[in-house]
């Protein structure tokens, strides 16, 4: 009896796959194992059972009376071990947590990919709504949404809890036609000699540009305003204007990289805050795991991307 329960279900497969495929150097690159590994496997079955299921005097490989027999009670307990696991796998995500999560585009385009992907490991299933920063505010109001990622950390809203991802500095974008003329002019100039491309006052991100601006005393004329953050880039690099943006947002967009300058802002400086807010008192686990599994994407891996395209940028970009 100790020795038939050496005879695991990994033995079995590897078997069942030698005598499917009538070779051993096929059932070797069907599993991913070496040749040398699988004839171990199948010598060791031998030995557990006492009897010899391939007969090696034959080419091509030739199974045995007892491999006969053994090929076809394997293939029966492959399968049902097969189900089993799809079973108990099934069992666990229906007990998951649908998870809903809100993002304001630049996140989602940028960080959003990496995290859903780490969350589906521990949900059932992850509805993601992406837009405006007001868009998400007013989902998780309306308890459309669970958590959301924000610029906004809607101070005027009681039983809310607002942990601070990270920090990122305003950055001003110029035609790559421009550099020569603009690289090292403040606002105020670029202001007057060129049109600014505006991020929609409808966004927080546009309304935090325009209150910097009032506060510069920089009165820009408007000719373009426009709500997504490829378009802005989009009509920078097509030489129409300049715009201010951010580094995550530039990484949301980067493949205008390439006609654009960007140049840190000349005067007082100009930052915002991403955060992760969800409602008090709910869904503590999932807010915490999404909460750090963030922080370790930001830092591993879009924080080096960020500073690898603008290697000036320094402390400005750091994790709060």
């Not at 030739?62 to 696991?85: P, S």
């Not at 300049?242 to 949301?252: E, K, R």
């Amino acid at each position: 009896m100790k020795t038939s329960l050496r005879l695991d279900v990994r033995a079995l497969r590897f078997f069942v796959s030698v005598a499917e495929k009538g070779s051993l150097s096929a059932a070797a690159a069907e599993l991913g194992v070496t040749q040398s590994a699988l004839s171990q496997t199948v010598m060791q079955i031998e030995d557990i059972l006492g009897a010899k299921v391939v007969d090696r005097s034959k080419r091509p490989l030739k199974l045995t009376a007892a491999g006969i027999a053994l090929a076809r009670h394997a293939r029966t307990i492959v399968d049902e071990m097969d189900q089993l696991i799809a079973q108990v796998r099934e069992a666990d995500l229906a007990n998951r947590p649908e998870v809903r999560l809100g993002m304001i585009d630049s996140y989602a385009a940028t960080v959003g990919p990496l995290v859903i992907k780490d969350v589906t490991l521990n949900a059932s299933q992850v509805v993601l709504w992406a837009g405006l920063a007001f868009s998400q505010s007013s989902a998780l109001m309306q308890r459309q949404v669970d958590l959301i990622v924000t610029s906004d950390p809607m101070d005027d809203v009681d039983k809310l809890v607002r942990r601070a991802l990270f920090t990122e500095p305003f950055v001003v974008v110029l035609p790559k036609s421009q550099t020569e003329r603009f690289c090292k002019s403040g606002l105020a100039t670029l202001a007057c000699e060129l049109p600014l491309i505006r991020f929609s006052t409808r966004s927080h991100f546009g309304a935090i540009t325009e209150r910097y601006l009032r506060r510069c005393s920089i009165a820009a004329p408007r000719h373009l305003e426009i709500d997504t953050s490829d378009v802005v880039l989009s009509m920078v690099a097509g030489d129409l204007g300049w715009a201010i943006t951010t580094p995550l947002v530039l990484m949301q967009t980067r493949a205008y990289l390439k006609d654009v300058t960007v140049i840190p802002i000349k005067g007082p400086a100009l930052t915002r805050t991403i955060y992760q807010v969800s409602r008090e008192g709910e869904y503590l686990e999932t807010t915490e795991y999404l909460y750090q599994a963030s922080r370790r994407i930001l830092e591993s891996t879009i924080f080096p991307d960020i500073r690898a395209a603008l290697p000036w940028l320094g402390p400005q970009l750091h994790l709060n």
